[in-house]
């Protein structure tokens, strides 16, 4: 097939027949499927105050809640919270850090999430930037993405309970040399309520978006222009795909904008001037 061709095949084979934003900033495509709505939780704002307005949402219809994690509070303890408080949400991370963590880790707190919230639980996954990686964590930033292949092949391990090993960046257990010699594959001492808790990663360079086509159950772009999703991203969704296995599903992107309805059109642009300014500013790589 011509390079057009095969974009248009791949944006088939994900079922994105047509894009729809919505508000805050996070989902979906419109197509075979049906559509649902999700949100971000502000993460530098009061989270009791941002509490009561997620449980109207819920009552409301909102089917996905995702929680970010910067500099600011933890991820995984605002979503167990959230997980007692909802009874209906699919509440997800966007995303969580990937060198903040074990890989062994974040498969236990995604089945530790899963397990409070009964099955409702999403993990996002992303190598965030230099800027808070060495800046904040003062962790080395290096290897995004065979680092985050191997903690999805990790914890798709760990939730089916295999004995865990992995040779790679991460090396478990620890080899002999590297250690006191003691440590011995483990696997997971409880049952997990899923064995593949849907996995979703944010990424905007064409490997990571190829890698992601492949292996991951969602992706999770920012500033996506859905007119121009094909152009920039097409070949690499398509490349993803045909490596891609059939058990893992349609691809599901999770992309929108800030929603705001009002007469003064640049009064209503402030609200996204911060969220632009710390992304491409704050964050950035540079």
Same mark, same amino acid.
């Given at each position: 097939?011509?390079?057009?061709?095969?974009?248009?095949?791949?944006?088939?084979?994900?079922?994105?027949?047509?894009?729809?934003?919505?508000?805050?900033?996070?989902?979906?495509?419109?197509?075979?499927?049906?559509?649902?709505?999700?949100?971000?939780?502000?993460?530098?704002?009061?989270?009791?105050?941002?509490?009561?307005?997620?449980?109207?949402?819920?009552?409301?219809?909102?089917?996905?809640?995702?929680?970010?994690?910067?500099?600011?509070?933890?991820?995984?303890?605002?979503?167990?919270?959230?997980?007692?408080?909802?009874?209906?949400?699919?509440?997800?991370?966007?995303?969580?850090?990937?060198?903040?963590?074990?890989?062994?880790?974040?498969?236990?707190?995604?089945?530790?999430?899963?397990?409070?919230?009964?099955?409702?639980?999403?993990?996002?996954? =992303?190598?965030?930037?230099?800027?808070?990686?060495?800046?904040?964590?003062?962790?080395?930033?290096?290897?995004?993405?065979?680092?985050?292949?191997?903690?999805?092949?990790?914890?798709?391990?760990?939730?089916?309970?295999?004995?865990?090993?992995?040779?790679?960046?991460?090396?478990?257990?620890?080899?002999?040399?590297?250690?006191?010699?003691?440590?011995?594959?483990?696997?997971?001492?409880?049952?997990?309520?899923?064995?593949?808790?849907?996995?979703?990663?944010?990424?905007?360079?064409?490997?990571?978006?190829?890698?992601?086509?492949?292996?991951?159950?969602?992706?999770?772009?920012?500033?996506?222009?859905?007119?121009?999703?094909?152009?920039?991203? =097409?070949?690499?969704?398509?490349? =993803?795909?045909?490596?891609?296995?059939?058990?893992?599903?349609?691809?599901?992107?999770?992309?929108?904008?800030?929603?705001?309805?009002?007469?003064?059109?640049?009064?209503?642009?402030?609200?996204?001037?911060?969220?632009?300014?710390?992304?491409?500013?704050?964050?950035?790589?540079?």
């Amino acid at each position: 097939m011509s390079e057009v061709d095969e974009r248009d095949s791949a944006w088939a084979s994900i079922g994105a027949s047509k894009f729809r934003p919505m508000s805050s900033g996070l989902r979906v495509l419109e197509g075979s499927q049906s559509m649902r709505i999700s949100m971000q939780l502000n993460y530098a704002g009061d989270f009791h105050s941002s509490l009561s307005q997620i449980l109207e949402y819920e009552r409301e219809g909102l089917d996905i809640l995702w929680v970010a994690e910067a500099y600011g509070l933890d991820s995984p303890t605002l979503m167990g919270y959230l997980a007692a408080k909802t009874t209906s949400l699919q509440i997800g991370s966007a995303i969580l850090p990937i060198f903040t963590r074990t890989p062994a880790l974040i498969a236990q707190t995604a089945a530790g999430l899963d397990e409070v919230s009964q099955g409702r639980a999403l993990l996002g996954l =992303g190598a965030s930037g230099p800027q808070v990686i060495e800046g904040w964590h003062g962790v080395r930033y290096d290897k995004p993405l065979q680092r985050t292949r191997e903690i999805v092949e990790v914890c798709r391990k760990v939730w089916s309970r295999e004995y865990l090993q992995n040779d790679g960046i991460y090396q478990i257990p620890l080899p002999l040399n590297l250690g006191t010699g003691l440590g011995k594959p483990l696997k997971l001492i409880t049952h997990p309520i899923r064995s593949r808790i849907p996995i979703y990663i944010a990424s905007l360079g064409p490997k990571n978006v190829e890698m992601i086509a492949e292996i991951a159950e969602g992706w999770l772009p920012i500033f996506f222009i859905p007119e121009r999703a094909r152009e920039v991203w =097409g070949a690499a969704i398509a490349a =993803g795909l045909n490596k891609r296995s059939n058990e893992l599903g349609k691809l599901d992107i999770v992309a929108g904008g800030m929603l705001a309805i009002g007469e003064n059109l640049d009064h209503l642009l402030e609200l996204a001037r911060s969220t632009t300014a710390l992304y491409i500013g704050g964050l950035r790589n540079s």
